[in-house]
T-cell receptor, first 116, second 111 residues
Framework: DTAVSQTPKYLVTQMGNDKSIKCEQN?????MYWYKQDSKKFLKIMFS???????INETVPNRFSPKSPDKAHLNLHINSLELGDSAVYFC???????????????FGEGSWLTVV | QKEVEQNSGPLSVPEGAIASLNCTYS??????FFWYRQYSGKSPELIMF????GDKEDGRFTAQLNKASQYVSLLIRDSQPSDSATYLC???????????FGAGTQVVVTP
């Protein structure tokens, strides 16, 4: 059973289009995230939700809008796609713990977005 | 300024040898530190986390933390070809999981 699953895995689309990536976790975790990994493999957080509430919103263009209908789902919608949006987008989840327990983040398999 | 820095590599290690990976961080508020392994085309997977100064061992892996020097390292003993991957160092200032990742060090274990 896949713990954190995201769809689609591959997405090729034209500039200006709007697209969504869906994510679901079956781990019972309270917190979900979207991370972006660019062509240089640099992994950077975009958003984090805890029990459907937005808790982290990094400096991301407002063309990116996350939505969490429930704590097991976190979707990412991107409007007016640009060439620079091409990257791998990872959904992830974790259970709230303090630093002594280790807030292990489990990543989904990634969604490869290519904007042409 | 990048908050977490790693040498990009590639770090070439003979099979059976020890691979030594280094990481420095700039945010003194960082409390926890993580090492993730990422195979090409795959998602990152957690190897270890550490929050106290000193060493932490788990199987062939040892993480070392020196908060005074703002330095974290990972040792891989008895390196195997299956250890060939990119190793990501990350730091966290709180429990919300806002990890700051380094760009990763590519490790290549040669038979």
């Amino acid at each position: 059973d896949t713990a954190v699953s995201q769809t689609p895995k591959y997405l090729v689309t034209q500039m200006g289009n709007d697209k969504s990536i869906k994510c679901e976790q079956n781990l019972g975790h309270d917190t979900m995230y979207w991370y972006k990994q660019d062509s240089k493999k640099f992994l950077k957080i975009m958003f984090s939700y805890n029990n459907k509430e937005l808790i982290i919103n990094e400096t991301v263009p407002n063309r990116f809008s996350p939505k969490s209908p429930d704590k097991a789902h976190l979707n990412l919608h991107i409007n007016s796609l640009e060439l620079g949006d091409s990257a791998v987008y990872f959904c992830a989840s974790s259970q709230d713990r303090d630093r002594y327990s280790g807030n292990t983040i489990y990543f989904g398999e990634g969604s490869w977005l290519t904007v042409v | 300024q990048k908050e977490v820095e790693q040498n990009s590599g590639p770090l070439s290690v003979p099979e059976g040898a020890i691979a030594s990976l280094n990481c420095t961080y700039s945010d003194r508020g960082s409390q926890s530190f993580f090492w993730y392994r990422q195979y090409s085309g795959k998602s990152p997977e957690l190897i270890m986390f550490i929050y106290s100064n000193g060493d932490k061992e788990d199987g062939r892996f040892t993480a070392q933390l020196n908060k005074a020097s703002q330095y974290v390292s990972l040792l891989i003993r008895d390196s195997q070809p299956s250890d060939s991957a990119t190793y990501l160092c990350a730091s966290a200032t709180d429990s919300w999981g806002k990890l700051q990742f380094g760009a990763g060090t590519q490790v290549v274990v040669t038979p």
